[in-house]
């Protein structure tokens, strides 16, 4: 499992994680897409778009390899503004390839992009 160095582990002042320590004995979690109401905390969609915006400083819009990146934490973006890269794709893998969709992930969190 890849780890990504720099990358922060957990949003500041908070439990919600954004990495994982080390990989799962029985292989990685499947990433799926979560249902994001509009009721969510203010606190979970602070989450989402300081994770967008640290992916998006880490690897812009190149691919990258999902490895110690929390599925938890991916699933509220997978499906929209994080894409699979490659096709097949396969949801549990720690070497799948994931993508920001740039323009999607912009229209939803354009705050996470306003240092960059």
Known sequence: ML???????????????FTIRR???DGATPLKARERYADRRPLDRAADRAFLAALWAQFGAEPFERGNLDAGRLGWLFGREILPADD???PASYEARLVIDEARARASFP???EDG
């Open 3 to 17: 780890k990504h160095r720099g990358f922060p582990g957990r949003l500041p002042g908070t439990d919600l994680q």
């Open 23 to 25: 990989a799962a004995r």
């Open 88 to 90: 097949p794709f396969d």
């Open 111 to 113: 705050e996470a992009f």
